[in-house]
């Protein structure tokens, strides 16, 4: 989607817990509200959530398409103008320029009407409307083709980086799972248990197992559930446990099956207040220098980890941290 490819590539600065953000369903609503109020106001030269998507080709083998919805496309007399709508709490009047991830949508869906109209004059603009008083203020620019293709092209080709690693290690990862066998003879009932685990899974059900310790449980578990996911069944595995000991043995196990020829992403999560190397979680630019311009540094910290790491554990990630800040 066009949001998910601007905020991935194109997100930068702080980390701000004061600034939170606009999840609470009041506010939700009410940015709806303002969005239908606009696009209803504007008159029969505007036309409201307009669906626009193109297939770039990033490669020889790799298409990447990318869509979204335009909250409007106004027609002028010398030009089309994007417009992108966003709602916000605060004073509409205090804001100088239009965000770098707001003039990025609306500039992937300029490019895409673009394509599909060649040699029209281009323009956007992005509408703030205050979201309790529906005061509004604009910003407008217009768009040169070459210089909007360039920017586009470029956008792509750094998405494109991560995608084609990312299909070149699912290829490797499903033809390792094909090739791995149970590392040990089955335990009594073990065999059943394995079966039965990847039928839940491959029927889409659920599975409730009790066993006694000793058993086999957690390979029992995590084994069949990654030949489901070898056989497309699913994407991710999430093991959940409540104790230190039944996360250790669920690494161990998979380390195991590493050590006999598996290629696995694996992340163990720890809780941030745990992690945090200030010792408390006070995420403000100006008093945790890890917070100051970490959208700046995370995309290259993380690819770097997920390209070098296959197990991301605590003391792998606090490496990463302190290589990036």
Not at 281 to 306: S, T, V, W, Y
Request: net charge negative; with cysteine.
């Amino acid at each position: 989607s066009v949001r998910n490819l601007v905020e991935f590539i194109l997100r930068h600065g702080d980390i701000d817990k004061r600034l939170g953000e606009l999840k609470d369903p009041a506010v939700m609503l009410a940015g709806s509200r303002l969005h239908r109020r606009i696009q209803k106001a504007a008159g029969d030269g505007y036309r409201a959530e307009v669906t626009l998507s193109c297939c770039y080709p990033a490669d020889e083998t790799l298409d990447i398409t990318v869509e979204g919805r335009a909250d409007g496309i106004i027609t002028e007399k010398d030009r089309v103008v994007i417009d992108e709508i966003k709602g916000i709490t605060g004073d509409v009047n205090r804001i100088e320029e239009p965000e770098l991830l707001h003039v990025a949508q609306a500039s992937c869906y300029a490019y895409m009407y673009g394509l599909q109209h060649p040699g029209q004059p281009l323009g956007l603009r992005i509408t703030y409307g205050q979201l309790e008083t529906e005061e509004l203020r604009y910003f407008e620019q217009t768009l040169e083709w070459d210089i909007l293709r360039k920017w586009f092209e470029d956008l792509i080709s750094a998405y494109a980086v991560g995608a084609r690693w990312k299909l070149d290690w699912l290829e490797e990862r499903q033809k390792s799972i094909t090739d791995i066998h149970f590392p040990f003879p089955y335990r009594e009932g073990q065999k059943r248990m394995i079966s039965g685990v990847y039928r839940t899974i491959e029927q889409q059900k659920q599975i409730f197992i009790q066993a006694p310790t000793g058993t086999g449980k957690t390979l029992g578990t995590v084994f069949p559930t990654l030949k489901a996911m070898g056989a497309g069944a699913c994407d991710f595995i999430f093991y959940l446990t409540a104790k230190t000991i039944a996360r250790t043995v669920a690494e161990d196990g998979c380390r195991l099956l590493q050590d006999h020829g598996l290629s696995l992403k694996r992340i163990t999560l720890t809780a941030k207040e745990k992690i945090c190397p200030q010792g408390e979680c006070i995420c403000q630019p100006e008093l945790c220098r890890r917070a100051k311009g970490h959208f700046d540094r995370i995309n290259d910290a993380i690819f770097d980890m997920i390209t070098h790491e296959d197990a991301m554990d605590r003391r792998t990630v606090e490496d990463y941290a302190e290589r990036y800040q």
